[in-house]
């Protein structure tokens, strides 16, 4: 963009200001037409601009015309020449409230005061519309104008009982004021209407923190970080339609397909999205992005060899592009063409070599090929390659762990953790590794270190319950599996093992044969074919309330569909499987010669 | 009895005395004046780069939209080789069309004060010239010889220089043990464990790895944001003595965070005695990092109420100012934030307890359509509270300000910078301030000093664009003024982390010894006192950074001295 260009877009801006104020009204000289550099835009996004220049030019009396224009311009952040055309709207047709409310919205993010003008004479024209009304009142308050904004949230909150964010701004106004019972009213009011709005949360944790209930400030951070949202917003997000209306009609760039396709994905209408980016495609089939996004939908839909020839396509119009080596290499993948994609992601990291998603797939998929070695290899070549990524340590930490390698692996993990020390998964995953090497205590500390980043992880409460249980800290292992039921009260394997250790417990204290037993049956209960280590447990826990009969036939039960899959294996020469179940059988035949004497089996000390 | 150093070489006496001395007819320099039309005083500086010789930097928007170019850089007053005046130390970053980052280009310059506001480019003499991808810069004695050394953060490995104490530099990153290879971005020297030498902090920003421009809702080219990528751990390093350093980020428990860091500032935020640091993140939670006094640090924002702003919502923070604004002698804490978010001031009405008091404060409304970056605390008219200046600067496209004359790469970001003037109670009005105001720029570092000798604070100005401004203060005098240089060590270095307390008029006045705040930047390391309309300093008061208290009489008005530890009682 030329220095003249940008002079004479300044003086634009500036005419449509100035007139802000004036009555120019329709008698008004028409201004010159916004011409900005159309070649740095998306073509559909020049192409729409193209359009609607020329409907004005047309009808240059015609508001609709000038604030249609404007909007193409708004959506696409084009924010000066917007006001421009939102001002020569206004002046048409200054009965219709949205221009000087589109005008207030463009100028919020350069002049506030500006803005707050537009809100003002929008809301003269319409005094109900909730959004403006909303927007009014959240700019009085951080102008510190606290009397009109009260007015104007609780004019929202008339309107529309509802408005979470009038509710919130009600709220912050009675805090901004020192009336910390008002603010908590206004707040809890918005909660009950949103009860995972994460400004909510946070500014309750504000107000709880200011009160000394510290436990609840925490829980309302917690609750606000679930919700997700970022930073330095203070409002929730506010329903607009005048708004998304304009986006919707008006929004042809990538930005606004994937937004679209994003909120139709969302709603399960994956088909519709793949529509949203061919559209794209049609209208500009040399866009590289274009064909990419359609390419992750197609492949998302299993649509393998469509996507593949979109990204091949993309490859022809720029062959060093690391992206589309990479998805290529990802959709081979999908399709099973193992060799084709490493080759693809190698090629995608001699162009970008710090690529951390290539290193990870790559890694990955060897892996997954069962390649181990070889993705050892190549883990290790690019945490050479990049030494602080957390992700591609992590990756080669659990591909040693999954080769057995737990030396190496826990040394890996070690790094990953200094990286990194809030990385939940990999502090998991060295729990893990330290459980298979014995050191119970440690990989208890780990697991428990990995909770505080998610404390509501079941999987890892499951494997600190273990962990903690083989420690000899029984007590504790209980609490951490009741917690992980809690979590996860239809995963099998957390049940199975909690109804294994109530069943066996040493210490008298903790055992509870009855609760075991009720675990256990609801596993066994209402399947043909129960797992033989759910019956195992189910024997244990009947065993522990004495019906040593039944406790014996269901570990016969277990020694049979375990001793069939010996025999299989063995049949099949899978002689490594088939010792392991021979092992099996041996400790479940040892249970069973207890219940058969009438006695239960218990965990040792 | 306040002692001045004898030697020349080592001090502010000779110096500074010939350069007050040549300015003595200036009534400005000569002693307080009044307020115009009986109102309060005017605000007003004077852009005096090119008279005083500095050159801007190189441009480094490349078009390429590389994120470190919109970001850098920042700036130094210092005095480079003792002499009794501030020299200009300018960070800058240049990246190559084949994406190299240490670039001639991209030399750092430093900028030597040869007579009162007549500069040398001193960049090639001096070896200060570091050509890594230049963002911040801190200034402390680190090797302990009694001159001021240069940590330089870069956007790749920093650069640690050492002073050889005639104005030369040594690149002495290896043999230090620093030079941390993240993307830094504010640094500061504190003492840590009060064992006489500095230590090191070093706010890391995010790992970003440039590929192709982001882009904006039409497709356009633009900077990417900080939620696409990682925030890093930042750094401490611990001085071993002898010019070597010790990484103890990870036993410290610095690097148990990951964040986003811009800005860094030193204080005691819990009232503890100790001094800890405060750090500016971007879009997350600022941190707290308090210091546990046995070398490890527990990062506690949220308990203290300094996380979040009132709205309970992280902001994009970037500078950090500290200092007491209402007179209390407790400390204030200042951050500069994105648009859309206030600016945010906190107070401490119980030690460890802070709030954010931005509302009714007046430094709010006027930060909100503006993206603030440096920023610095000075009594600019000497009536005796601190002024809050603001240095803006986009880091979004917007609409243009006409007013901007600037490249047209750099003008959708530019906006004008800020002085908000204290009404002697804490509370703010922004007014216009001649060439500082005035002028629509891509403001980002900021340090102030007294440059020119004359007992008012200036101000060093860097853009993202290169553009440099030296802004001479000659704002209207209602006061006057003590600048005072407070050293300590058999080899007097600055006692950064002394807290000075100066009683005239029967009012107290607090400054802390701390060069690095603001964004990127190191300011003048001696503490400036605007004392208003009084008739002798009463008494001065240091209370060193092991906790020892002095008391200097004597101490003139009008006059730059030297508070040198054990020449007091």
Same mark, same amino acid.
């Given at each position: 963009m030329s220095a003249a260009r940008i002079a004479s877009l300044g003086a634009l801006v500036c005419a449509a200001a100035a007139g802000m104020g004036s009555s120019c009204g329709r008698g008004g000289a028409a201004p010159e037409l916004p011409a900005p550099e159309l070649a740095s835009l998306e073509r559909p996004v020049a192409r729409r601009i193209g359009e609607a220049s020329a409907e004005v030019r047309r009808a240059p009396g015609s508001a609709q015309a000038w604030g249609r224009l404007a909007a193409v311009y708004d959506v696409h952040g084009l924010t000066g020449e917007a006001i421009a055309c939102y001002q020569r709207a206004a002046e048409l !047709?200054?009965? !219709?409230w949205r221009w000087p409310y589109h005008l207030g919205v463009a100028w919020r993010t350069s002049d506030e005061a500006r803005a707050l003008e537009h809100f003002r004479r929008a809301v003269q024209l319409e005094p109900a519309y909730v959004p403006l009304q909303v927007y009014l009142a959240h700019g009085f308050l951080i102008r510190e104008e606290l009397g009109p904004a009260e007015d104007h949230a609780r004019r929202a909150v008339e309107l529309d009982p509802e408005s979470v964010n009038g509710w919130l701004l009600l709220g912050r106004v009675a805090l901004a004021r020192g009336e910390s019972e008002a603010a908590l009213e206004g707040f809890e009011r918005a909660l009950r209407l949103a009860p995972g709005e994460p400004a909510v949360h946070r500014q309750m944790a504000q107000l709880r923190r200011s009160l000394g209930d510290e436990p609840a400030a925490a829980e309302h951070e917690r609750r606000a970080g679930e919700g997700g949202g970022g930073a330095g917003i203070d409002m929730a997000a506010l329903p607009d339609p005048v708004r998304d209306e304009i986006g919707w009609r008006e929004g042809v760039s990538h930005f606004w397909r994937r937004a679209r396709a994003g909120e139709l994905e969302r709603r399960g209408q994956g088909e519709a999205a793949i529509r949203e980016w061919q559209e794209a495609v049609a209208e500009d089939p040399g866009s590289l992005p274009a064909l990419l996004e359609l390419a992750r939908l197609l492949a998302a839909a299993q649509r393998f060899a469509e996507a593949e020839g979109l990204i091949r396509r993309a490859l022809e119009i720029e062959p060093g592009s690391a992206a589309a080596l990479a998805q290529l290499g990802g959709v081979l993948a999908l399709q099973g063409r193992i060799d084709e994609s490493i080759e693809a992601y190698e090629a995608a990291l001699r162009v970008d070599p710090r690529s951390v998603e290539a290193h990870n797939n790559l890694g990955g998929l060897l892996a997954q090929a069962g390649r181990l070695e070889e993705a050892i290899e190549r883990l290790r070549a690019s945490s050479e390659a990049l030494p602080e990524s957390v992700d591609v340590h992590y990756n080669l930490g659990a591909v040693l762990k999954e080769a057995g390698r737990l030396d190496e692996a826990r040394r890996v993990l070690e790094r990953t953790l200094e990286l990194d020390p809030s990385h939940a998964m990999a502090r998991s995953l060295f729990g893990t590794v330290l459980a298979i090497g014995g050191s119970f205590g440690d990989a208890a500390r780990e697991f428990e270190l990995a909770l505080r980043a998610n404390p509501d992880d079941a999987r890892v409460q499951r494997d600190l319950g273990r962990a903690l249980w083989r420690a000899g800290r029984r007590a504790e292992a209980l609490g951490a599996l009741r917690s992980a039921r809690r979590h996860l009260a239809d995963d099998p394997g957390i049940a199975n093992e909690l109804a294994w250790q109530l069943a066996t417990c040493p210490e008298d204290s903790l055992r509870d044969g009855r609760e075991a037993l009720e675990i256990a049956r609801g596993l066994c209960e209402g399947t043909a074919t129960p797992n033989p280590q759910h019956l195992d447990t189910l024997a244990a826990a009947l065993a522990e309330t004495g019906a040593f009969e039944e406790a014996a036939a269901a570990e016969r039960r277990a020694v049979a569909i375990v001793e069939a899959g010996r025999r299989e294996a063995e049949a099949a020469g899978d002689l490594e499987h088939a010792r392991s179940r021979a092992r099996l059988v041996e400790q479940l035949l040892a249970r069973l010669r207890l219940y058969e004497a009438g006695e239960p089996y218990r965990e040792g000390p | 009895m306040y002692g001045h150093s004898a030697s020349p070489a080592r001090g502010w006496g000779s110096a500074l005395a010939a350069a007050l001395a040549a300015c003595s007819g200036n009534s400005e320099a000569a002693g307080p004046a009044a307020g115009s039309g009986g109102g309060r005083p005017a605000a007003s500086f004077t852009d005096v780069t090119a008279d005083a010789g500095i050159a801007a930097l190189p441009d480094r928007g490349t078009g390429d939209y590389f994120m470190p170019e919109s970001l850098a850089a920042g700036c130094a007053l210092f005095d480079c080789d003792l002499d009794g005046d501030l020299d200009v130390y300018l960070v800058n970053g240049f990246r190559a069309a084949d994406g190299s980052t240490v670039t001639p280009q991209g030399a750092n310059r430093l900028w030597i004060q040869e007579e009162r506001l007549r500069f040398r480019d001193a960049t090639e003499s001096s070896g200060a010239g570091d050509r890594g991808y230049g963002m911040g810069v801190a200034v402390g004695d680190a090797s302990g010889d009694g001159y001021p050394d240069l940590y330089v953060t870069n956007y790749g490995p920093d650069t640690f220089l050492a002073s050889r104490g005639d104005g030369t530099f040594e690149d002495r990153t290896g043999a230090s043990g620093l030079g941390q290879p993240a993307w830094g971005s504010s640094a500061g020297f504190f003492d @840590? %464990?009060? %064992?006489g030498d500095l230590d090191l902090y070093v706010a890391n920003y995010l790992d970003y790895l440039h590929t192709r421009p982001s882009t904006d809702r039409a497709g356009r080219p633009e900077y990417a944001g900080p939620h696409s990528f990682e925030g890093v751990p930042d750094c401490l390093y611990r001085n071993l003595g002898g010019g070597r350093f010790e990484d103890i980020s990870a036993s410290s428990g610095i690097a148990n965070a990951r964040s986003k860091g811009l800005g860094v500032i030193f204080l005691d935020l819990d009232g503890d005695g100790r001094t800890d640091v405060y750090v500016a993140n971007d879009a997350q939670p600022n941190h707290a990092w308090i210091n546990a006094g046995d070398g490890t640090f527990r990062e506690r924002a949220r308990e203290l109420g300094l996380a979040v702003s009132a709205s309970g919502a992280a902001q994009a923070s970037m500078g950090l100012a500290a200092g007491d604004l209402d007179g209390d002698g407790r400390l204030e804490l200042f951050a500069t934030n994105l648009v859309q978010e206030t600016n945010v001031l906190y107070r401490e009405p119980s030690p460890g307890r802070w709030q954010d008091a931005t509302l009714g404060s007046g430094l709010g409304p006027p930060s909100l359509d503006r993206t603030g970056f440096g920023t610095a605390f000075a009594d600019l008219e000497l009536d005796g509270d601190l002024d809050v200046l603001v240095a803006n600067g986009r880091v979004l496209r917007t609409v243009s300000d006409p007013r901007a004359r600037i490249r047209a790469h750099w003008s959708p970001y530019a906006e004008p910078d800020q002085v908000l003037v204290n009404d002697g109670r804490g509370r703010f009005r922004e007014v216009p301030a001649g060439d500082f105001t005035r002028e629509v720029r891509v403001s980002r570092g900021l340090a102030v000093g007294d440059v020119d000798g004359d007992g008012a604070l200036d101000v060093l100005l860097t853009c993202a664009d290169g553009h440099v401004a030296l802004l001479r203060n000659g704002s209207e005098r209602a006061g006057r003024w003590l600048v005072a240089r407070v050293v300590e060590g058999s080899l007097p270095r600055d006692a950064i982390g002394a807290r000075v307390e100066v009683r005239a008029g029967g009012r107290s006045h607090v400054r802390l010894v701390q060069p690095a705040s603001s964004y990127l930047s190191s300011s003048d390391p001696r503490v400036h006192f605007g004392l208003g309309q009084v008739q002798a300093i009463e008494e001065v008061l240091v209370r060193w950074p092991d906790g020892a208290l002095e008391r200097f009489d004597?101490?003139? @008005?009008d006059r730059a001295c030297t508070l040198e530890r054990g020449k007091g009682r």
């Open positions: !047709d200054p009965r !219709d | @840590l %464990d009060l %064992d004597g101490v003139e @008005l």
